[in-house]
């Protein structure tokens, strides 16, 4: 049963760093992509970034330099660092798992099929 689970949201001041962490339970977690998507109050689910099996990462314009994805294949962890938060970055935050393996993906929500139940980041002074 595939199972994953957020940690590290808070509140943040503006300029401020933030790390998130999904640990993931299930099997071949090296061949997998894994994104980590947000949802902003009033507003859909939007895609921040993801790391592929061979951890290259792609990310949304809007956090490009600011945000990084990472992941530790032996423990099973995908980690999102965040620096420099804005306001506009307060959401809640998902990991999720992609629906299939050496897809070339685009951080759309319909490409993940397994979500973690999110955590709330939130940027105020």
């Known amino acids: 049963q595939v199972q994953l689970v957020e940690s590290g949201g808070g509140l943040v001041q503006p300029g401020g760093s933030l790390t998130l962490s999904c640990a993931y339970s299930?099997?071949?977690?090296?061949?997998?992509?894994f994104g980590w998507l947000r949802q902003a109050p009033g507003k859909g689910r939007e895609g921040v970034g993801i790391?592929?099996?061979?951890?290259?990462?792609t990310y949304v314009d809007s956090v490009k330099g600011r945000f990084t994805i990472s992941r530790d294949n032996t423990k099973k962890e995908v980690y999102l660092q965040m620096h420099n938060l804005e306001p506009d970055d307060t959401a809640v935050y998902y990991c999720a798992r992609g629906r299939l393996i050496g897809f070339d993906y685009s951080i759309r929500e319909d490409e993940f099929a397994f979500w973690g139940q999110g955590t709330q980041v939130t940027v105020s002074a």
């Open positions: 299930g099997i071949n977690f090296h061949q997998w992509t």
């Open positions: 790391i592929t099996d061979s951890h290259t990462t």
